[in-house]
């Protein structure tokens, strides 16, 4: 039977759980979730199958950069920045009056009501973030 060396622990495998990469960290991913990207180093010992696991550091938490996230964000125009490209847009061709601006009402109270929720909730993070308090790094920062 397969041994697993992994964080100083040795785990038994059947010879078919063990018999690739793949296969290992399939079974023991949903125990050991930091084995994704971990290195594997086989070598026998005496007729006996010695699988080393060291895992590799990586990204803690989330695991896309936040340029992925940005990419596959949905697209959004803030409906307050469509408004006003649009008042803009009457505005430049002189058609900016009270005739036109009165069926718009409706559409300004909807976007001036979601510009204040989106300013509130700014406001919010911003003061927790000043109040939070500092919590040091447990591995140095590459670049600095």
Same mark, same amino acid.
Do not use: C
């Given at each position: 039977m397969?041994?697993?060396?992994?964080?100083?622990?040795?785990?038994?495998? @059947?010879?078919?759980?063990? %018999?690739? !990469?793949?296969? #290992?960290t !399939?079974?023991?991913l949903p125990?050991?979730? !930091?084995?994704?990207n %971990?290195?594997?180093k086989?070598?026998?010992?005496? *007729?006996?199958?010695?699988?080393?696991?060291?895992?590799?550091?990586?990204?803690?938490?989330n695991?896309?950069?936040?340029?992925? #996230?940005w990419?596959? %964000?949905?697209?959004?125009?803030?409906p =307050?920045?469509? $408004?006003? =490209?649009? $008042?803009?847009a009457l505005?430049?061709? *002189?058609?900016?009056?009270?005739?036109?601006?009165?069926p718009?009402?409706p559409?300004?109270? !909807?976007?001036?009501h979601v510009?204040e929720?989106?300013s509130?909730? @700014?406001?919010?993070?911003?003061?927790? $973030?000043?109040?939070?308090?500092?919590?040091p790094?447990?591995?140095? $920062?590459?670049?600095?």
């Amino acid at each position: 039977m397969p041994k697993i060396l992994l964080e100083g622990q040795e785990i038994i495998l @059947t010879p078919e759980q063990a %018999a690739t !990469d793949q296969a #290992i960290t !399939d079974t023991l991913l949903p125990f050991y979730p !930091d084995i994704a990207n %971990a290195d594997f180093k086989r070598t026998e010992n005496e *007729g006996e199958t010695l699988i080393e696991i060291v895992k590799r550091p990586g990204t803690k938490g989330n695991t896309q950069t936040p340029w992925q #996230i940005w990419q596959n %964000a949905p697209e959004y125009i803030n409906p =307050v920045i469509l $408004l006003a =490209v649009q $008042l803009k847009a009457l505005e430049i061709q *002189g058609g900016l009056t009270l005739e036109t601006l009165i069926p718009l009402q409706p559409t300004l109270q !909807d976007v001036t009501h979601v510009g204040e929720k989106a300013s509130t909730e @700014t406001r919010r993070a911003t003061s927790a $973030l000043k109040s939070a308090s500092p919590i040091p790094a447990q591995t140095p $920062l590459l670049g600095f």
